[in-house]
């Protein structure tokens, strides 16, 4: 069974850009979050959908936001880059609730010069 | 303030030795407690998990400890190996309703030396 796929893997912007980030799930599972890490603040918490609606949001400005379709895949947005949003991006999914059995993709490197 | 706090922050261990990574957290509604695994320039990858109920809970050389009362739990890397380089996380489960989230410590590099 494939894994959790990222794409694209490195991604540099400039400040005020936009970018979307992509994520396709394992197959067969239903619940995608997304992740934030940085060598500052570690791994902090998105938001998380499922069936296509977001079921829980951390605490991150309204510049980021997200979506999910049909088929589990599920996008992510930053509008009105920062460069305080440089990090890697990692997106994980999970069959249905149970956040703690986790599978995470490798991630997106975002560089905002 | 829903955190977990990890420790020690990196830590260099002899082949062969015993590796032991100690976590807190602070709200008893946490009820899913997992350990991750990442490899430089890999997403984590779940190790191991205990519930509260349980005490200790093997599998293979890794061990997680966990005391309920004290809210700590503890990952003990029996026989570490040079292949067992890389940040571990904890990570507690906090559901509210319907949804879930992770809520991570900060991560200990651990370095494992011939």
């Known amino acids: 069974k494939a894994g959790v796929t990222q794409t694209p893997r490195y991604l540099i912007k400039t400040r005020g850009q936009q970018v979307t980030l992509s994520c396709s799930p394992i197959?067969?599972?239903?619940?995608v979050s997304w992740y934030q890490q940085t060598p500052g603040q570690g791994l902090q918490f998105l938001f998380e959908y499922f069936s296509e609606t977001q079921r829980n949001k951390g605490n991150f400005p309204g510049r980021f936001s997200g979506r999910q379709f049909s088929n589990s895949r599920s996008e992510m947005n930053v509008s009105t880059l920062e460069l305080g949003d440089s990090a890697l991006y990692l997106c994980?999914?999970?069959f249905g609730q149970g956040a703690g059995k986790l599978f995470f993709g490798s991630g997106t490197q975002l560089s905002v010069l | 303030q829903q955190q977990v706090k990890q420790s020690p922050q990196s830590l260099i261990v002899q082949k062969g030795g015993i590796s032991i990574i100690n976590c807190a957290y602070e709200n008893t509604a946490f009820d899913y407690f997992p350990w991750y695994q990442q490899f430089p320039g890999k997403g984590p990858a779940l190790l191991i998990a205990?519930?509260?109920?349980?005490s200790e809970k093997k599998e293979g050389r890794f061990t997680i400890s966990f005391n309920k009362s004290a809210k700590q739990f503890s990952l003990h890397i029996m026989d570490s190996q040079p292949g067992d380089s890389a940040t571990y996380f904890c990570?507690?489960?906090?559901?509210?309703?319907?949804?879930?989230?992770?809520?991570f410590g900060t991560g200990t590099r651990l370095q494992v030396t011939l």
């Open positions: 205990i519930r509260p109920d349980v």
């Open positions: 197959s067969g599972h239903r619940s």
């Open positions: 990570a507690a489960n906090f559901l509210t309703g319907t949804a879930s989230k992770l809520t």
């Open positions: 994980a999914s999970s």
